[in-house]
């Protein structure tokens, strides 16, 4: 069969075509996460009710308190159920922007979620807003929007002054019921949830049930210049900031974020916390290994990730327990996570395991887990970068606890000290 013969000047039109597509400018702005938070995504299943006994039965006795050193503060209390009502959220932004935009997500959603309205505004103080700086947010020109269980709502941009490092109010209205919303339950920011009504554009919540969790809110983006970038901490329980006190930002990630901001040289880059409590490398329901992909390599602007996660493997996940994971197989999870990163441009900054002895999770065997993966952390040469939170955090005549500066009240968490220690500990010439 011939082949067809084409008019040069078709042949021209689509050599320049080629040619523009092929060697088009970089766009002079992009959208950038300036905030974001990784969702819970595993809730522990109800008890089932045992049947009542024909003869009634003496109550067991209480298990014996743990001993050892116990939390500062307690771990945020769920919510069963939103029905008519207003949430109004407070996130602190890294950089700014003038253009905003808010992502809803609903992991662990029980089932369809509709809201009624969203605002967003700067946060004066307690539950109230800066009224001039509250705009509407709309979805796909909609004021109301539908999100599904497991689904994503992204809103329409909004002309908005945000500032680097300033408190922003994002207010939901869920005119329905909402069951057992999808949420990041270490916020350690104080949400405030109305009386029934609409009332994400008032000045402030009156009479509200107050919460320490996020819900549904997955991040904030700003549209920021070419250069800008996203560094994505991704890790457990130290890197989500518990035992930090609440409404300071006084973890490690927010601490990092305003030194970032006050350096010429990294004040375009922008941190998302993806810490979660609890969480570890290996296993199912929300493990590292399972959430790396979607809280880290599809972040808006993600270009590094650090990767401090570990303890809770090594701990055994509960007191008590004997763990069974090696420092082979920790190894092995991490170069998956390097590898997987690397697929998608990201570089990969592993950062060495903080000191636990002392605390009511301390074995023997697990400390040895942890020199051992902190020795190849720091000397296998596999990772783009490493920050030593191990060094920086121990107490040297003690170096399997933390030194006292950190001022850790469970000997497992650092307190804000030590949370700085770990910020400060940090060489910012990583990230250029």
């Given amino acids: 069969m011939p082949l067809?013969?084409?008019?040069?000047?078709?042949?021209?039109?689509?050599?320049?075509?080629?040619?523009?597509?092929?060697?088009?400018?970089?766009?002079?702005?992009?959208?950038?996460?300036?905030?974001?938070?990784?969702?819970?995504?595993?809730?522990?299943?109800?008890?089932?009710?045992?049947?009542?006994?024909?003869?009634?039965?003496?109550?067991?006795?209480?298990?014996?308190?743990?001993?050892?050193?116990?939390?500062?503060?307690?771990?945020?209390?769920?919510?069963?159920?939103?029905?008519?009502?207003?949430?109004?959220?407070?996130?602190?932004?890294?950089?700014?922007?003038?253009?905003?935009?808010?992502?809803?997500?609903?992991?662990?959603?029980?089932?369809?979620?509709?809201?009624?309205?969203?605002?967003?505004?700067?946060?004066?103080?307690?539950?109230?807003?800066?009224?001039?700086?509250?705009?509407?947010?709309t979805f796909s020109g909609k004021a109301a929007a539908t999100l599904y269980a497991g689904g994503t709502l992204v809103s329409d941009p909004v002309n908005f002054e945000l500032p680097a490092?300033?408190?922003?109010?994002?207010?939901?209205?869920?005119?329905?019921?909402?069951?057992?919303?999808?949420?990041?339950?270490?916020?350690?920011?104080?949400?405030?949830?109305?009386?029934?009504?609409?009332?994400?554009?008032?000045?402030?919540?009156?009479?509200?049930?107050?919460?320490?969790?996020?819900?549904?809110?997955?991040?904030?983006?700003?549209?920021?210049?070419?250069?800008?970038?996203?560094?994505?901490?991704?890790?457990?329980?130290?890197?989500?900031?518990?035992?930090?006190?609440?409404?300071?930002?006084?973890?490690?990630?927010?601490?990092l974020a305003a030194r970032l901001h006050a350096n010429k040289a990294t004040a375009h880059i922008s941190v998302v916390n993806a810490g979660i409590s609890g969480n570890r490398v290996l296993g199912d329901n929300g493990s590292g290994l399972v959430r790396l992909y979607h809280d880290a390599l599809i972040q808006p602007g993600v270009k590094w990730m650090t990767i401090l996660e570990g303890i809770n493997d090594i701990t055994g996940g509960s007191r008590g327990a004997t763990p069974t994971i090696t420092a082979d197989a920790l190894i092995a999870a991490y170069r998956q996570m390097i590898a997987m990163a690397h697929l998608y441009g990201v570089k990969v900054i592993g950062c060495t395991m903080t000191p636990y002895g002392g605390s009511n999770a301390y074995n023997e065997y697990g400390e040895k887990v942890r020199s051992e993966v902190n020795e190849w952390i720091r000397n296998g040469k596999e990772f783009d970068g490493v920050i030593d939170f191990d060094a920086a955090t121990r107490d040297k005549a003690e170096p399997k606890r933390f030194r006292p500066e950190a001022d850790s009240p469970d000997f497992l968490h650092p307190a804000n000290p030590g949370y700085k220690l770990m910020a400060d500990s940090i060489d910012l010439k990583l990230f250029r």
């Avoid at 919540?205 to 560094?231: C, F, H, K, M």
């Fill in 4 to 137: 067809m013969k084409m008019h040069p000047a078709v042949l021209l039109f689509c050599g320049l075509t080629l040619g523009a597509t092929a060697f088009a400018a970089p766009p002079a702005e992009h959208w950038v996460a300036t905030f974001g938070t990784p969702q819970d995504l595993y809730r522990a299943p109800a008890a089932a009710t045992p049947p009542r006994p024909a003869t009634p039965t003496p109550a067991p006795a209480p298990a014996p308190a743990p001993t050892g050193p116990g939390r500062r503060f307690g771990i945020p209390a769920t919510l069963a159920s939103v029905n008519n009502q207003t949430i109004r959220m407070f996130a602190r932004t890294s950089i700014g922007g003038h253009n905003v935009r808010i992502r809803l997500e609903s992991a662990l959603g029980s089932g369809t979620v509709n809201f009624g309205a969203a605002h967003i505004a700067l946060r004066a103080k307690d539950s109230a807003i800066d009224p001039a700086t509250d705009r509407a947010l």
């Fill in 165 to 255: 490092l300033a408190e922003v109010a994002v207010s939901l209205y869920v005119p329905g019921e909402a069951k057992n919303p999808t949420s990041h339950r270490f916020a350690l920011h104080n949400t405030y949830i109305s009386q029934e009504g609409n009332f994400t554009g008032a000045p402030q919540i009156t009479e509200p049930t107050i919460r320490e969790s996020w819900y549904w809110l997955a991040g904030i983006d700003v549209l920021a210049p070419a250069d800008a970038g996203t560094l994505v901490t991704f890790g457990d329980s130290i890197t989500d900031g518990d035992q930090s006190t609440p409404e300071t930002d006084g973890s490690w990630p927010s601490l």
